[in-house]
């Protein structure tokens, strides 16, 4: 029998449905029930109580930190194969070059996605991560290659990525098992393949996705020191964890030693610079007066309140359009020193023209460049790389 939320009686706290599912003898879903917007702020204001100072959060998060990673089944790390990266294809593009790349995540298990780099490249780059939301078409959608572009034109390198199932990654389907622990090792390795690149600068580098990357941008910042700026879009919610086992709730948001929310997951980016991006008609409608301020307050424990900001769009939806990419710009352009300069039209409006293309020819594999005939071909060679990348070396 598996528990859900029609088996139980709200409201219940999310330590009670725990509870509840143990005294039941019962399996709990791979994906957290959500909560009503009241359950929320009430789990929210319990969690402010459990720390008043600065060492008291560093205390918390590193807790959170370590519950994250084991719960994931990312602790410890797996070893760090040779990426041996390949590229497929270039073109030449209006200000910008873009690559069909894939390297090696594990041994014989492939990241797949597109580099984005400036045309006028300089000896110190930084480096924008763009992992994408649960979109049909991924890494591959116009709004994604739309921000890699005019990022690249800016001055930055550009790493776009596929989600595990989706577009060239399909050794394995987004509903496996170890599709929590691939996708964020695979964000992990993807960081190490976007400092690999000639130029980048390893003290400046962002991360920003949409929905599904929003998760992935603020649980890379959350357990990967490396990244210096985030800007989660349309993602932070107290009430809701995500709809795929993917990213939400049981059991990196909750276990026998640790209890929080996305939003916690968040604000251990502190104090670094963080722009949260939300919206009026979907789970983020409630930031402004629920989970920004108490993102702020983390922030000012460090005396770094304004180095953390909430674009909110009241009157939009559930996407990366382009005012939500217009916050993004301006926020990444003043923390990683980008020419904005360069993408402005004459009335101060972006200039997102020519930067999309044709789809297939972005594919990674394809009749004249096959994957590998060494890749692993089924859920269980991947399971088994993985524990063989989790055992200590001799």
Not at 195 to 222: M, P
Request: proline share 6%.
């Amino acid at each position: 029998m598996t528990l859900t939320l029609k088996h139980l009686l709200l409201p219940l706290s999310v330590a009670a449905l725990l509870a509840a599912a143990a005294a039941a003898e019962v399996s709990l879903p791979l994906h957290e029930p959500r909560l009503t917007e009241e359950q929320a702020r009430a789990q929210l204001a319990g969690f402010a109580k459990t720390w008043h100072t600065r060492a008291e959060w560093e205390a918390r998060a590193k807790n959170i930190r370590a519950g994250i990673l084991r719960e994931a089944h990312l602790s410890p790390l797996p070893a760090r194969c040779d990426l041996k990266p390949v590229v497929t294809g270039r073109q030449v593009r209006n200000g910008y070059t873009v690559e069909n790349v894939y390297f090696q995540s594990l041994p014989g298990f492939f990241v797949t996605g597109n580099l984005y780099r400036p045309l006028d490249q300089e000896k110190k780059m930084p480096g924008v991560l763009c992992p994408h939301g649960h979109l049909p078409n991924g890494r591959l959608h116009e709004s994604t290659q739309t921000r890699c572009a005019l990022l690249a034109r800016m001055g930055a390198v550009v790493f776009a990525y596929d989600m595990i199932g989706f577009g060239d990654s399909t050794q394995l389907t987004h509903k496996d098992d170890n599709v929590l622990t691939l996708q964020l090792w695979d964000s992990i390795r993807s960081l190490d393949f976007l400092l690999s690149q000639s130029g980048v600068d390893r003290k400046r580098i962002g991360c920003t996705g949409e929905s599904g990357g929003g998760t992935q941008t603020y649980q890379l910042g959350a357990v990967d020191d490396r990244v210096s700026v985030s800007v989660p879009v349309v993602m932070v919610s107290a009430h809701y964890f995500g709809g795929c086992k993917c990213e939400s709730g049981l059991p990196i948001h909750h276990s026998a030693t640790h209890d929080t929310d996305n939003v916690e997951i968040a604000a251990m980016f502190a104090p670094k610079p963080q722009c949260v991006i939300s919206d009026g008609k979907d789970w983020t409608k409630n930031v402004p007066e629920v989970e920004f301020p108490y993102m702020q307050r983390v922030y000012e424990l460090y005396g770094a309140r304004k180095q953390v900001e909430n674009v909110h769009l009241a009157n939009e939806g559930h996407d990366y359009g382009p005012s939500k990419r217009a916050g993004m710009y301006r926020f990444m352009a003043k923390h990683l020193n980008l020419n904005i300069k360069k993408v402005l039209n004459t009335d101060g409006s972006f200039n997102e023209t020519d930067c999309s293309v044709d789809p297939a020819s972005l594919a990674v594999f394809n009749a004249g460049h096959p994957r590998p005939a060494g890749a692993l071909k089924s859920s269980e060679e991947v399971a088994h790389a993985l524990d063989q990348a989790r055992k200590p070396s001799m």
